[in-house]
């Protein structure tokens, strides 16, 4: 069976600080990954999506990069987190078909001060 | 590009009361239609999907039929519970391996 994880499962961050967020896909090879934020409150917004490893197509940048650095990892970092980035970070994978039912992580609550 | 409209982004109800939540979708072909359930704290997770034009996807209570005619998914339950309050999700996936896309979300509140 699949599992996804993501670390850390919250933190708090000063404005300018850097930040990086992880996600680890196990029992899947060759996945889709994608990130995803939510504003508390708010609505999904898709970020990034990577179908092979050192390839990330950019939908909204708000700021924040990420990179696939092995074919089950995707990371999410800035260097200078800003206060709008404070909310919910979410990674998901899918299958090879783009119609596949994405499955997301746990998500990591990022509060920015 | 290909998009997904829900209409409500908030729906309060009381536990018995009937629920839609619509969805409208475009794109070209058939793309497959889902809808995701997010309860506070979590992440979205597949509530049901459906592929074909009026094929029906249900899951707990809840179901939707696929209607290329209209283009729309719209989300149906008969009797809702306190226990359905969470975030309903539409999204569509196409067959070009591209990234899902989500409607805005629906809150919905329902009160014992």
């Known amino acids: 069976a699949q599992t996804i994880h993501q670390w850390p499962v919250a933190e708090i961050k000063a404005v300018g600080s850097p930040l990086s967020l992880g996600c680890t896909i196990k029992g899947k090879s060759s996945p889709n990954l994608y990130w995803y934020w939510q504003a508390t409150g708010g609505t999904l917004q898709q970020l990034f999506y990577?179908?092979?490893?050192?390839?990330v197509e950019s939908v909204v940048q708000l700021n924040l990069s990420a990179s696939r650095p092995k074919d089950d990892q995707f990371i999410l970092s800035t260097e200078k987190l800003l206060l709008s980035h404070s909310g919910f970070y979410l990674c998901a994978w899918n299958g090879d078909w783009g119609q596949d039912t994405q499955y997301f992580g746990p998500g990591t609550r990022l509060l920015v001060l | 590009g290909d998009s997904v409209t829900q209409t409500e982004g908030q729906v309060a109800l009381s536990e018995e009361d009937f629920l839609t939540i619509h969805c409208n979708y475009s794109a070209s072909g058939y793309p497959t239609l889902f809808w995701y359930v997010q309860y506070p704290g979590e992440g979205p997770q597949l509530l049901f999907r459906a592929s074909r034009d009026k094929e029906k996807g249900s899951s707990r209570g809840f179901e939707a039929t696929y209607d290329k005619g209209t283009t729309s998914f719209h989300l149906r339950k008969a009797s809702v519970q306190e226990s359905d309050s969470a975030v309903y999700y539409c999204a569509l996936s196409d067959n070009n391996n591209n990234a899902p896309r989500f409607g805005a979300g629906t809150k919905l509140s329902v009160k014992p």
């Open positions: 990577s179908i092979t490893v050192g390839q």
